[in-house]
C-alpha cells in the first residue's frame, strides 16, 4: 500500500507539516520518521509478575489477596525503592 492508496482508503493527510517536522521535506521518509517519533506514544504500564501462592509456599511471593508471603522480599523491594 502506498501513500495515494492509503488516502483512498482514509482520506488525505493534513497539507500542514507536523509541528516539529517542519525542517524535513513535507512527506519524505525523513518527515514521517520525525512524525512517527513525534506522535508515537506508549500507553501501556510496565508491569512483573510473580508466585501467587498460600502463606505456607514457600515460593509464591503474594497470596491470593496479593498480600506478600515474604518478609525477605520485603526487605529486597525496600532496598530497592
Known amino acids: 500500500m502506498n501513500l495515494r492508496d492509503s488516502e483512498e482508503i482514509w482520506g488525505s493527510t493534513s497539507p ?3 509541528p ?3 525542517e524535513f521535506i513535507f512527506r519524505s521518509d525523513e518527515y514521517w520518521e520525525c512524525y512517527i ?3 508515537l506514544r ?3 504500564h510496565s508491569i ?3 508466585r501467587m501462592g498460600r502463606l505456607d509456599d514457600e515460593r509464591s511471593i503474594v497470596d491470593s489477596k496479593l498480600r506478600y ?3 525477605v522480599l520485603l ?3 525496600d532496598v530497592l525503592l
Open 75 to 77: 526487605n529486597y523491594l
Open 20 to 22: 516539529g517536522c517542519e
Open 69 to 71: 508471603t515474604c518478609e
Open 48 to 50: 512483573g509478575t510473580c
Open 42 to 44: 506508549n500507553y501501556a
Open 16 to 18: 500542514n507539516p507536523y
Open 37 to 39: 517519533k513525534s506522535t
